[in-house]
């Protein structure tokens, strides 16, 4: 949700989009208090609207900025084939590849360790809204990205960016 504006800090900065799977997504934040003691989200709802709201910015930035500025790599490649998986990043940010970068992988952190038996006891999700994250889950799974970026794309973050900011500069200043 930041990239159009860390870009006009560091232009030439590039981003990586670790994308993971919307069920697990939500498993992992319901079940995060019993592991940090914080609650990251109140419900499944909740949840459900987090994982579409930043799935979607990273979309629209893939769409904006293109292949070569933001980088998707699915989790469970990172998880499965760390090897290939970091060579290909490192690649992408032009930077040598080191037996080391895989250390922080051998080591799962920042988990909320989920058991195999966990149900939310809470209130379920709206099945629209589940039906929504489901459905945008499989198409960014199924499409491939773009490799060249859209002017479009980019004048819609470009806009947003512009009203978040006014936003803030209108809050922050009023007396």
């Given at each position: 949700m930041y990239i159009c504006g860390l870009r006009k800090l560091f232009?030439?900065?590039?981003?990586?989009?670790?994308?993971?799977d919307v069920g697990?997504?939500?498993r992992s934040m319901l079940n995060f208090h019993r592991v940090a003691g914080t609650q990251l989200v109140s419900d499944e709802k909740d949840a459900y609207k987090y994982w579409l709201r930043t799935v979607k910015a990273c979309v629209q930035a893939e769409q904006a900025y293109g292949r070569n500025v933001v980088r998707r790599v699915r989790y469970t490649d990172l998880v499965e084939n760390p090897e290939s998986t970091m060579r290909?990043?490192?690649e992408f940010l032009e930077e040598q590849y080191e037996a080391k970068c895989l250390e922080p992988l051998a080591q799962r952190i920042n988990s909320s360790?989920?058991?195999a038996d966990f149900e939310f006891e809470g209130p379920a999700?709206?099945?629209a809204i589940v039906e929504k994250a489901t459905q945008l889950c499989a198409s960014v799974n199924e499409t491939p990205q773009p490799s060249q970026g859209?002017?479009?794309?980019?004048?819609?973050?470009?806009a947003t960016f512009r009203?978040?900011?006014r936003h803030i500069a209108t809050k922050r200043?009023?007396?």
């Open positions: 232009p030439d900065a590039r981003f990586i989009h670790i994308f993971r697990a997504v939500v290909s990043l490192l360790k989920v058991p999700a709206d099945p859209s002017c479009g794309a980019a004048d819609e973050m470009e009203e978040r900011v200043y009023r007396i």
